[in-house]
């Protein structure tokens, strides 16, 4: 059955009667590309496109708010540099201008690009239901591949990110895009001083490098800090062996990728 609701109360009323069989459809390119393989079912889809208050990017305080079905073209154009430039490299074109936010955030792969960049400006994903909001911080969300800490009867609406003074994304891959990311980093500079530090297709889960950020919170941005926190960011990961990289590869892809972007964050000469 597919139904198509005209407001958020009504998708979140059907999400709540039709249980796990209800599957809420927005640009739907992981979703019908896993029916087509066989590897997902679903007794009834509940289709997003009609709900315009969930398609915005827009400034919130000294922050941004994205809404949850905004297509990863809409943040190609995003002030926040490392957010713009991880949207850039998501698929082709169609992709981009189909695929959302919120679907890229609850497919919760380890390699989601945007999800990783987010992940480093430190961003809220807000979750709704009949039973009430709740604003869940994007570090405790992923518990593991396929995996988030969403309720049955939840609902992705927005995502919020504090304010940063600056920010980058890169990605190693087969090709730079319309491939899985082999390794892919994201960092930010927040403007109350923290700095984010993320990475993709090294756990399990997108992945902050705590230790590299207290590092780097303690001594700055300065040539010295940056190696030391690169050296903590190979340690910090847990990658895999698999088709597409060694473990080994990827541990040490990992610090080069970082030290690149916090030299590049901090204004720096790149000598690598």
């Known amino acids: 059955m597919f139904y198509r609701p005209a407001t958020l109360a009504e998708a979140l ?3 709540s ?29 509940i289709d997003l496109s009609r709900l315009a208050e969930l398609v915005y990017v827009a400034p919130e305080g000294d922050g941004l708010c994205i ?12 002030p926040y540099r490392g957010l713009a430039q991880a949207a850039r490299l998501v698929g082709g074109p169609q992709i981009r201008n189909r695929g959302t936010v919120a679907g890229n955030l609850g497919t919760a792969s380890p390699a989601g690009d945007v999800g990783v960049s987010l992940l480093a400006f430190d961003a809220e994903v807000e979750l ?10 994007l570090r405790e969300f992923f518990l593991s591949p396929g995996k988030t800490v969403m309720a049955p009867d939840e609902l992705i609406v927005a995502v919020r990110l504090p304010r940063a003074e600056a920010s980058g994304f890169l990605k190693v ?7 899985i990311s082999v390794v892919c980093c994201g960092v930010a500079k927040l403007a109350d001083g923290r700095f984010g530090i993320a990475l993709g297709s090294v756990a399990p889960t997108p992945l902050r490098a705590a230790r590299a950020e207290a590092h780097l919170a303690e001594h700055g941005l300065n040539p010295a800090s940056i190696a030391a926190a690169a050296d903590l960011v190979s340690e910090e990961v847990r ?3 698999d088709h597409r990289a ?8 990992s610090g080069v990728i970082a030290r690149r972007l916090l030299t590049e964050i901090a204004g720096l000469p790149d000598s690598l």
């Open 239 to 241: 990658p895999i062996d």
């Open 246 to 253: 060694s473990a080994d590869y990827r541990r040490a892809v």
């Open 128 to 137: 709704l239901s009949l039973r009430g909001g709740r604003r869940v911080p």
């Open 17 to 45: 009667r039709l249980g796990q069989d209800g599957v809420f459809l927005s640009g739907g390119t992981d979703l019908v590309v896993g029916v087509a393989k066989g590897r997902l079912e679903v007794g009834h889809w």
């Open 173 to 179: 891959g087969k090709r730079l895009s319309v491939a």
């Open 67 to 78: 809404g949850a079905s905004c297509t990863h073209a809409m943040l190609e154009a995003s």
């Open 13 to 15: 009323e059907l999400k």
